[in-house]
């Protein structure tokens, strides 16, 4: 897969060292509205996903403590002996970045429980409002697809919801057919080369 990029990143394991770039983007995505998609964040104001998960809501990592404990619950998340007894799936969370800059997240889920395979999928990505529409998406949906072979996976899953005309664009530019749409998402899988 080509891509032309006007800005090249990388794919990065997430680390404290992005703490500052992590916020100004986090504050990006506060001031549109939006949640930041494959961060492994809670929106602010809203419960965990289940009661029994921690909360990692943007407005309380501004502590650098409490950052370096999200950062290394992140990083934990892709132990299936740590996911599999909360009843989640392995899950890879990396951070598209260019040097200091904090660009975007992107989650790659190992397989799909009942809640991905109806919502989430296999994969969840965002880039921070100021870094979009110079082709960081659809290389990120690209690179992830190329990492979900690796895994062994035949075909994947992406979500998009439904009025997000943009990121179904970048599915479907990445090879996504649409199977349906239920509720609010759009859900499109993607057969991957063997």
């Excluded at 082709?135 to 997000?164: H, I, K, M, S």
């Amino acid at each position: 897969m080509r891509v032309d990029l006007p800005i090249p990143f990388e794919l990065s394991v997430p680390h404290v060292r992005w703490h500052t770039s992590w916020l100004e983007a986090a504050a990006e995505f506060a001031a549109t509205g939006e949640f930041q998609h494959g961060s492994g964040l809670t929106p602010d104001g809203e419960p965990p996903f289940r009661p029994e998960l921690p909360a990692w809501r943007p407005a309380e990592l501004t502590d650098p403590g409490r950052f370096a404990a999200f950062i290394a619950h992140l990083r934990r998340l892709e132990d299936p002996g740590v996911v599999r007894p909360l009843a989640l799936v392995p899950d890879t969370k990396l951070w598209l970045t260019r040097g200091e800059v904090y660009l975007g997240a992107l989650s790659l889920r190992h397989e799909l429980n009942e809640y991905l395979f109806e919502q989430g999928g296999h994969i969840g990505y965002s880039v921070r409002p100021s870094m979009r529409r110079r082709g960081l998406a659809t290389a990120t949906l690209q690179r992830a697809l190329v990492l979900a072979g690796g895994l062994g996976l035949a075909r994947v899953l992406v979500t998009c919801e439904g009025t997000n005309l943009g990121s179904a664009a970048v599915i479907e530019r990445c090879g996504g057919v649409l199977e349906d749409v239920r509720g609010a998402m759009r859900r499109y899988w993607i057969d991957l080369p063997r």
